[in-house]
Each structure stands twice: as structure tokens, then as C-alpha cells.
């Protein structure tokens, strides 16, 4: 005679189908256990590695920074080929603005406006944070368009730094620089504009008197 089996409830069903799921999984670790422990082991080692070469870059750059700025403090021959190789590896980093200014003013005081120009745009364009690094650029960028007759770009790079650093002590020193370059350029509307704010807005400064005395100049022509 054949012996009944009990009926399971819903409940038991479910512990059961539980039981044998949790074995499987068991089962599959067990016999997966190695190629786990070999992804996991990866990932830690590409982890690992990747922090590694972080960490190494981060002290190439600086080591690369202290031996171009260690060389123009002591005025060595191939200080300027050290901070352009810098720059052309590492350009992007935080270290590299100062640089492009250094570089700047070194081809600005040779005359190699070209180069000068170069690297003072590639400061602007990168960085332009700094107000004193961005008078720098500003002052000196304008300068090199005057030294090349180009009156009315001069007039434009000025008046972009009074634009962007609006607050800064050198803003009456631009918009004279500007009045003069748009007036050697022959915009005279554009250089009375600039005297005038000066004289209008900053009359306590140094360059009010130079305002008036070109806008008196103006007056008689």
C-alpha cells in the first residue's frame, strides 16, 4: 500500500523553494569562489595602480615646476626652454598660470611681442582669476598692441579688464590707458568716454588729472 504523502501548506512551499534556492547559491559560490576572488582582486590592483600613477604624475609636475622656477630664480641660461617645456606638460595645472605670466613678460622685455602675445592670451583664456596676475596680462597684452600701432585693440583690451575685474585698484589705470590708445588710434569718442569716468567716478585717483588734461587737449582740436 502506498503511503500518503502530507500536503504542504503555501507556507512550507515557500520555505522550501527558499532552502533550495539558498543551496544553489551556495553550490554556484563554491564552485565560482576563484573567479570572483580573481575580479575582485583586479579591480583592487587597477585601483591601486591608478592611485599610483595619480600620485606619480602629481609629483613629476611638481618636481618639473621646482626645477623651471629654481632655474629662473638663479638666472641659469635655460631657464626659459625648463618653464616652456613645463608648460607645453603640464599647462593645464594651477601651477602653470604664474608661468605663462613669467613667460610673457621674459619675450615682452626681449621685444618678441609675438611670443610675449602668445602666452599672455593662453593666461587669459586658461585663467584670469588672479586680479594682479590678470593686470599683468591686461597691461602688458595692451602694451604689445600699441608697440605693433594697433591703438583701437589696445583700447579693447583695457576696457575687457575693467569689464572682468570691475573692482580692482588698477581699473583708473586702465581707462586712462584705454582713452590713450583710442586716441592715438583716432577714436576720439571712444577716448573722451574713458577720460570722462575717470573724472566722473574716480576723482580721487591719480589719474584724474592726466583725464582732464587730455580731455582739455581734445576740447582745442
Do not use: C
Not at 520555505?15 to 573567479?35: C, F, G, M, P
Not at 590592483?45 to 611638481?62: A, D, H, K, Q
Not at 626659459?80 to 606638460?89: A, G, Q, R
Not at 584670469?128 to 605693433?148: R, T
Amino acid at each position: 500500500m502506498l503511503r500518503s504523502h502530507k500536503k504542504l501548506t503555501k507556507k512550507e512551499m515557500k520555505q522550501d523553494s527558499l532552502i533550495i534556492i539558498t543551496a544553489k547559491t551556495v553550490e554556484y559560490i563554491r564552485n565560482e569562489w576563484v573567479k570572483i576572488g580573481s575580479i575582485i582582486l583586479g579591480v583592487i590592483v587597477i585601483v591601486s595602480v591608478s592611485l599610483f600613477t595619480v600620485r606619480g604624475l602629481e609629483r613629476s609636475e611638481i618636481n618639473a615646476y621646482d626645477i623651471a622656477i629654481n632655474a629662473f630664480i638663479n638666472n641659469e641660461p635655460e631657464a626659459t626652454e625648463l618653464l616652456t617645456k613645463y608648460i607645453n606638460s603640464h599647462g593645464g595645472s594651477k601651477r602653470a598660470a604664474g608661468i605663462l605670466i613669467n613667460l610673457g613678460n621674459q619675450y615682452y622685455a626681449r621685444r618678441d611681442y609675438d611670443s610675449a602675445e602668445s602666452y599672455f592670451k593662453k593666461y587669459i583664456k586658461k585663467f584670469s582669476k588672479d586680479p594682479l596676475y590678470g593686470f599683468n596680462a591686461y597691461n602688458a597684452l595692451g602694451g604689445i598692441y600699441e608697440e605693433k600701432e594697433n591703438y583701437i585693440e589696445a583700447g579693447k583690451i583695457y576696457e575687457e579688464f575693467i569689464s572682468k575685474y570691475d573692482k580692482s585698484f588698477f581699473v583708473p589705470k586702465m581707462y586712462l590707458n584705454a582713452g590713450n590708445a583710442y586716441y592715438l588710434g583716432g577714436d576720439k569718442d571712444s577716448a573722451i568716454r574713458n577720460y570722462n569716468k575717470i573724472v566722473n567716478s574716480y576723482g580721487d585717483s591719480k589719474e584724474k588729472q592726466e583725464a582732464i588734461f587730455y580731455l582739455e587737449m581734445l576740447q582745442d582740436d
